[in-house]
């Protein structure tokens, strides 16, 4: 995920200045501690390390925006494609068991091994394999698998057409 590698990047980043903050930054008789034979004022050690620790802190805030407004946009499209809510998935995948069956990407206890995983669904080309991809279908497929693919053995678990919105709204967003 390149959000993550950013992150990362940037963590590096923050753990170098701070490196160099504490090697460079003057000792209160005004020699850097590890480098006695410089002159206190050759060179302004504090301020490139303050230099260096602002422009990491600035890299993480701008990684942050980035990645907080790439969630928000991911989850306004998810909306919009299902008028589901996703926030409300969570629950409903526990309610409704689909965590027992299917490893399900940021819902808890969501380990279930017993069929496919549902990261990613939104790239997906079919549903279970035999209809066409779209929102209305997956949603149909989460109500009532059969009258997609009669021989599923996915269960019909009780979830109602709505909460099926929010669940399909929260896989578009994994
Ligand atoms: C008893 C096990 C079981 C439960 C519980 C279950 N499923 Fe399934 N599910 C399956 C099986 C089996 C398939 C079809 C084979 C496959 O895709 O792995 C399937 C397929 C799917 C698919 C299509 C996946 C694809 O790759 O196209 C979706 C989406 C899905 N399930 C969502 C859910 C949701 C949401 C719930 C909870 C409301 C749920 N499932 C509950 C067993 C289960």
């Known amino acids: 995920m390149p959000t993550l590698r950013l992150r990362l990047a940037a963590l590096a980043g ?7 903050a504490r090697r460079f930054w003057p000792a209160p008789g005004g020699t850097a501690p590890s480098d006695t034979t ?16 602002a422009s ?9 925006w980035r990645s907080w407004q790439s969630q928000a946009q991911a989850a306004a499209v998810a909306k919009a494609l299902t008028r589901g809510d996703p926030s409300r998935a969570p629950a409903l995948i526990t309610k409704y068991g689909c ?7 940021g819902a808890p206890g969501a380990d279930g091994k017993v069929a496919g ?9 079919y549903v279970g394999g035999v209809a066409r991809h779209d929102a209305d279908t997956l949603i149909r497929w ?3 698998p059969q009258s997609i693919s009669p021989r599923s053995a996915m269960p019909v678990t009780g979830i109602s057409e709505g909460e099926a919105r929010d669940v399909a709204a929260f896989l578009y967003t994994r």
């Open 14 to 20: 923050a753990l170098l200045a701070a490196r160099l």
């Open 38 to 53: 410089r002159s206190p004022s050759a060179f302004p050690y504090g301020l490139t390390a303050a230099l260096l620790l």
């Open 56 to 64: 990491a802190v600035i890299a993480l805030a701008a990684v942050g």
């Open 99 to 105: 965590g027992g069956c299917h490893t399900i990407p």
């Open 117 to 125: 995983p549902l990261g990613g669904m939104r790239a997906r080309v």
């Open 142 to 144: 989460i109500v009532a």
